[in-house]
């Protein structure tokens, strides 16, 4: 198991649900690159509503059903660790947005085996 604790960077990947790498999710592809890299952890969060770049609003309000809602990945682990990964995300984001922000890690604890 990863240890962590103190200071790290928190990686944020904003992208569209619908997006896709090889015909797979593009938020599940980052997760298992991530796994596979050995970092900390990655979650996935969908959005109700947002826009981009674009400028377009995506929404799962009802009269505007949206098939392309935001997506965020969230990755905290050392710098280190998260600034390799980030060659990966190059290849695999084409349109969204990555963010690094420095955090402080207060407590991480897995299940017990």
């Known amino acids: 198991m990863t240890r962590l604790t103190g200071t790290a ?5 904003l ?3 619908s997006d896709t790498w090889h ?11 991530a796994r596979e890299a ?13 826009f981009g ?7 799962q309000r009802l009269l505007s059903l949206s098939e392309d809602l935001p997506v965020a990945i969230l990755i905290v682990d050392t710098e ?9 995300l190059d290849a695999l984001v084409s349109e969204g ?10 407590r991480y604890v897995g299940r017990e085996e």
């Open 9 to 13: 960077l928190r990686l944020t990947i």
């Open 38 to 50: 050995g970092l900390a952890g990655a979650s996935v969060f969908k959005g109700i509503e947002g």
């Open 53 to 59: 770049a674009s400028s377009l609003v995506h929404t």
């Open 80 to 88: 280190a660790r998260v600034r390799a990964f980030l060659p990966q």
């Open 97 to 106: 947005l990555v963010i690094l922000d420095d955090c402080e890690v207060i």
């Open 15 to 17: 992208i569209g649900e």
């Open 23 to 33: 015909h797979r999710p593009l938020y599940a592809e980052i997760v298992h690159r």
